[in-house]
């Protein structure tokens, strides 16, 4: 890379967000972003003004206090920056700011030693490249650092800013003080501190900062992903929005064009209403206008007899129209055609049907839930309204449709209940076996896989309980040839044709009597007043009455 380029790069880096210029007496505030101390203190201050406490970094915006000094010049120093500062100083002309390191004169730095770690004015370089123990030493003029010279530079050791201490390298860490030291500041002002070399110091915290950092590459990877989500939702949000007005459009043209059909078809309607009335009108405009001039010819007829006064022709003429006169005066008048009363009525104003709906719930996300549905018995769908992260949920705007069509086509009749807490429970009775088609939508969107299949079976009766078994002890059949249960006490009377006799349990099947019988029982009935009726072979198979006791009360001749 050329220096120059280098040197372009270092400054970009070193350039103070606020004021954009390179960075002087670099500040760092607690989130790691470093500024000039000045423009920090103009920032407190704007802030103080403003009745504000805190500032925000220009940077990532969080929030720090101001310090009660209101200056920010105790807060760290960049070493970084410090050390860019130092080495983009080398090629600016007009700010020349490193002085010599091996004489006390200071005169301004002409070279680098990397041997000796030390930048030289000219003499102190001419002396050094005279000496035997130095002349071969790796030098390089200012005027003349290459790519290479500027990255080992920022990269040189640190040297100690005490007084006399210049020339020493930082070789300790002083855990006591948290401070990089000299040797002679580990004798001096460092004795009996906790002491450890720099490298191994800076092993350790950099392992801790290896952990720590990775820590938040992970939590970044969660951030990224969760950016990455709701970028999706946004992108999904906007193509529902995008799809939603698209459909709004779609339905208003399409009630447009019906709109514009009915329009068309009621002017047809105006016109043929109107063609038919004016011909009414123009029939009896026609007859009266006959009339008309029928009576005007008459009267101009005879009042030429009168005015010519001839007594012949008067004699001649009178009975004629004297006559006529009479036709046309009894003549019967054409009654006048009323139009009947037209008006336009609206038996509903035109509404918008259609509105809105913002919701959390996710259409693809919900789920139906399905009974054992079988012909005349009632059963039920369960919508299950949920959100994108399939949890259920409860809007109030949510609109759910559920059409349960038979294999013809024929829609049922449903009963939709809402339970308020994102359930909602669709009631039906299948009329007729076979499969049938549910259609569920959820604020106009079908659910996944919807229509769904269902299949309506036969009704199938169930085994509620049992009692007794084969036999002729009491509470034992030989042969059942029927049964019958009371309405009132639920008594089950049980016909037991193979022994000749009606057996009663409770509703439970406990055995509570028996009845004996002079034949076979074909049947048993309890009638209204709780009495048994049985029909019973022999005896010209009589219908027998008895009382709920087993008395005998009297027999129907068949």
């Given amino acids: 890379m050329d220096v120059q380029q280098l040197f372009r790069i270092l400054k970009k880096e070193a350039e103070c967000p606020l004021c954009l210029e390179t960075v002087k007496n670099p500040k760092t505030l607690p989130c790691l972003h470093s500024f000039c101390l000045e423009c920090l203190d103009k920032l407190a201050n704007f802030a103080r003004r403003q009745l504000q406490t805190s500032i925000k970094c220009p940077v990532c915006q969080a929030s720090f206090p101001i310090p009660n000094t209101d200056t920010f010049a105790n807060f760290p120093s960049s070493f970084h920056l410090n050390r860019l500062v130092d080495v983009l100083a080398l090629n600016d002309n007009t700010v020349q700011v490193q002085k010599c390191n091996s004489c006390d004169e200071n005169n301004l730095a002409a070279s680098y030693c990397f041997v000796c770690q030390s930048f030289m004015c000219e003499s102190c370089l001419q002396s050094h490249q005279r000496l035997k123990a130095t002349r071969d030493h790796r030098h390089v003029l200012i005027d003349k650092l290459q790519a290479q010279d500027v990255q080992e530079l920022i990269e040189r050791p640190v040297k100690c800013s005490q007084q006399y201490h210049e020339v020493q390298a930082l070789e300790f860490y002083c855990e006591d003080c948290k401070v990089l030291i000299c ?21 350790e915290q950099k392992m801790q900062m290896t952990e720590a950092l990775a820590k938040l590459k992970a939590k970044i990877l969660l951030y990224e992903n969760e950016i990455k989500k709701q970028i999706e939702l946004k992108d999904k949000n906007a193509t529902d929005i995008m799809n939603a007005e698209k459909k709004m459009k779609d339905s208003v043209e399409e009630w447009i064009r019906d709109l514009r059909e009915h329009e068309k078809k009621m002017k047809q309607k105006f016109r043929e209403i109107y063609e038919a009335e004016q011909k009414q009108h123009e029939t ?3 007859n009266l206008e006959l009339i008309t001039t029928q009576l005007k010819s008459c009267v101009e007829r005879g009042q030429g007899v009168l005015e010519r006064n001839i007594s012949a022709e008067i004699l001649q003429r009178n009975h004629t129209i004297l006559q006529r006169c009479d036709e046309l005066i009894n003549a019967r008048k054409s009654d006048r055609y009323k139009s009947p009363y037209l008006n336009y009525l609206v038996k509903r104003k035109f509404d918008t049907f259609d509105h809105i709906v913002v919701t959390k719930t996710d259409s693809s996300m919900c789920l139906a839930e399905f009974d054992n549905s079988e012909i005349g018995k009632e059963s039920n769908v369960v919508v299950v309204t949920r959100d994108s992260e399939e949890l259920q949920c409860y809007q109030l705007d949510d609109q759910i449709k559920v059409d349960i069509l038979t294999a013809e086509g024929d829609p049922l009749k449903t009963e939709l209940k809402d339970s308020k807490d994102g359930k909602y429970t669709v009631t039906y009775t299948p009329q007729c076996v076979g499969q049938h088609s549910v259609e569920i939508q959820v604020n106009g969107q079908p659910l996944t896989d919807s229509p769904f299949p269902l299949q309506i079976r036969q009704h199938h009766c169930q085994f509620s309980f049992k009692f007794g078994s084969r036999g002729r002890r009491v509470g034992e059949f030989a042969w059942i040839s029927d049964i019958a249960v009371s309405d009132k006490t639920g008594t089950i009377a049980v016909a037991d044709g193979g022994n000749n006799r009606i057996q009663l349990f409770s ?13 076979e029982p074909y049947s ?4 209204d007043c709780n009495n048994l009726l049985s029909l019973v072979s022999g005896n010209n198979n009589k219908l027998r009455l008895l009382s709920e006791k087993g008395q005998f009360i009297k027999h129907y001749q068949r």
């Fill in 284 to 286: 009896r405009l026609e």
């Fill in 183 to 203: 040797l002679k500041c580990s004798i001096v002002s460092h004795n009996r501190h906790l002491l450890t070399d720099t490298h191994k110091a800076a092993r």
């Fill in 524 to 527: 048993v009935a309890f009638t």
């Fill in 507 to 519: 509703s439970d099947g406990n055995f509570q009597m028996q009845i004996k019988l002079n034949g």
